[in-house]
């Protein structure tokens, strides 16, 4: 059935999988002292965590023989060069580094997407589900809205079967499966996958493979900003807590606490 898939569509089966630059999951996040944004200058970056979910997915689809390539596309500055190659030492096979310095909002992803699809064809987009500095969760959703793409958001399992994504997405009380008709917009959720290490001998040969570096002018998409970021804060500060030997002393201790308040 895999290879029927392969097979009605002349054995081409793209996939292209979005990848993000973020800031590194790990590292204590810093508010710019104007409040415009956080501090980026001198920051660990990293390959957004879903998006290493989605590059794993697509390697296990080629690894199983049902795509026949996988490309990978980043947005920004020249810095995500890194994370491409990150992704093609995972597996993938080329790279296209939309390149801009402009900040990158949801829809302008979704619009720069949408052109490297039309430049592309693939059969499959997989992005994650959202991005961990932003927490936008849209891109995704506006990718299929603007290609008129079936979209399977969430995922939490895929199969690919008779030119069809069969998506697993988790829901409150239950799974709930999808069928969707190919080309298809795919979202991965944390436990679609486990991303693999990257080893050494991959490290090197994702050195050889070809990344492609399109300024964000040839497109000639709208990439202007729709909101404004007013402001930036830190969430306020959390008192310390006090630890209690026994449950007599914390009871003690909310009754002085509830008497210090009234
Ligand atoms: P968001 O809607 O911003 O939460 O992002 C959802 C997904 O869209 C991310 O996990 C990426 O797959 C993709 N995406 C968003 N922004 C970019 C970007 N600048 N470069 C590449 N992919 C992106």
Redo the contacts with the bound molecule.
């Keep these: 059935m895999e290879i029927d898939a392969v097979m009605e569509n002349g054995g081409d089966m793209k996939i292209l ?5 973020v800031i590194d999951y790990k590292v204590h996040i810093r508010i710019k002292a104007d409040q415009t944004g956080v501090e980026t200058a001198n920051v660990k970056m990293a390959m ?1 965590p ?2 290493e979910i ?1 590059v794993e997915e697509a390697v296990r689809l080629k690894e199983k023989g049902i795509a026949t390539e996988i490309i990978v ?4 500055a020249t810095g ?1 060069q890194e994370t491409l190659r990150t992704a093609l030492a995972m597996g993938a096979d080329r790279g296209i580094l ?1 390149q801009t310095e402009a900040d ?1 909002q ?1 829809l302008a ?1 979704a619009t720069i ?1 949408q052109a490297i699809v039309k430049r592309e064809s693939p059969r499959l987009v997989i ?5 961990i500095d ?7 959703q506006m990718l299929a809205g603007l290609l008129g793409w079936p979209q399977g958001t969430f995922a939490s399992k895929l199969d690919i079967a008779n030119e069809r994504a069969i998506v697993t997405r988790e829901v409150d009380g239950g799974l709930e499966i999808l069928s969707l008709k190919l080309p298809a917009v795919i ?1 991965t959720d944390l436990r679609l996958n486990e991303p693999r290490y990257l080893s050494l001998p991959n490290i090197v040969k994702a050195k050889q493979k070809p990344i492609v570096v399109l300024p964000v002018e040839e497109l000639g998409v709208a990439i202007e900003s729709r909101l404004q970021i007013l402001k930036v804060t830190a969430p306020e500060k959390r008192m310390a807590g006090t630890k209690v030997a026994s449950v007599a002393e914390l009871v003690q201790k909310l009754k002085n606490d509830a008497q210090v308040l009234t």
Excluded at 17 to 21: C, D, G, S
């Design positions: 999988v979005a990848v993000k630059r957004n879903f998006d989605a596309v980043s947005i920004g995500n939309v990158i949801s992803a997407l992005l994650g589900k959202q991005a932003d927490d936008s969760n849209q891109t995704g979202t």
